[in-house]
């Protein structure tokens, strides 16, 4: 596939009579939405288990009560309601293509629900074992000049994976004399964080190396042995070689590291707004929920910023 290429729709294996409507979807997502090929096989797995339920029955020949029962039965089978809520969803947007394109008419998905999934919460470093792992001494490799460089900006900023590995080296991605990175992160949405002290000095120390192995032109800050842009799957790998040479206790990866930020950043400021604009979530909600925020701490952060709950 050529750099930039949509992904080509995934084959389905399904013989039912409908599956080459499925197909024709597929085919469109890829195409014009240019999905994922995560996201596709995800979608072909999906309209793979509306055709088993639906067994010799035609997809417009379904109801309400056919859609649950087929939850009902996946559900049985173990899937976990997360996964239930995919395949809902995928089902949802296939019947809305359907009526869209294909004239089909009730929607038997509509007022269906799929088991409500408990929030995982990912597990936070201390601080003490942040600093354990951070401070870890490490072979003098320009290898792990640029490691400890990636692995306190996500600690010191908080950054996804994905936004790290994207960043550029120019002072439009990372402005190291102000002290400030720039990263564009889910829904399109940019936003500028501070990088630490301590992330600057690896940053600086790894611009040194990156300079005599990037190949020309290559714009990305973090490169791998190629001179190009490092994947997201190296840096999770040498992440976790890194944990384990450092002694830490625990597995740990890129979003341990962007959970620890904000917990022990919400920990020391109490602030839930400051936190979640350098997050980067839309929903104040879902900063609650990331940061395992309870309700003491709520409490005072309420007694200390609403003006009728504080005491005279």
């Known amino acids: 596939m050529t750099a930039g290429a949509a992904p080509g729709p995934p084959a389905l294996r399904a013989r039912h009579p409908d599956a080459p409507l499925a197909a024709q979807w597929l ?48 559900h049985a089978r173990g899937l976990a309601p997360r996964t239930l809520a995919l395949v809902l969803s995928a089902w949802r947007g296939f019947y809305r293509w359907l009526a869209r394109h294909r004239g089909f008419g009730a929607d038997p998905t509509a007022g269906v629900r799929a088991p409500k999934a408990p929030r995982a919460l990912p597990k936070a470093l201390s601080v003490e074992q942040a600093q354990r792992l951070l401070d870890a001494p490490q072979p003098a490799s320009r290898w792990f000049v640029r490691d400890r460089a990636m692995f306190e900006l996500f600690y010191s900023s908080g950054l996804r994976l994905a936004e790290l590995v994207s ?34 000095a690896a940053l600086a120390a790894w611009l040194a190396e990156r300079a005599r192995v990037a190949v020309p032109g290559e714009r990305a800050l973090f490169v791998g042995a190629r001179g190009r842009r490092i994947s997201a799957r190296t840096v999770q790998l040498r992440l976790a070689a890194w944990a384990r040479g450092s ?66």
């Open 27 to 74: 085919a469109g997502l890829a195409t014009q939405r240019r999905l994922s090929a995560a996201t596709l096989r995800n979608y072909a797995r999906a309209c793979e288990l509306l055709f088993a339920a639906a067994g010799d029955a035609r997809l417009d020949a379904l109801d309400g009560a056919a859609v649950r029962g087929a939850l009902a039965g996946l």
């Open 247 to 312: 002694g830490v206790d625990a597995a740990v990866h890129p979003h341990v590291l962007r959970h620890s930020f904000a917990t022990h950043l919400l920990q020391s400021s109490q602030d839930l707004r400051a936190v979640q604009e350098l997050l980067g979530h839309a929903s104040i909600s879902t900063t609650q929920v990331y940061t395992h925020l309870d309700h003491q701490a709520l409490a005072k952060v309420y007694d200390a910023a609403h003006p009728r709950a504080r005491r005279k």
């Open 167 to 200: 960043l550029d080296a120019d002072p439009g991605s990372l402005d190291l004399a102000a002290g400030e990175v720039t990263v564009t992160g889910k829904g399109r949405k940019t936003r500028t964080v501070p990088v630490g002290a301590k992330a600057r």
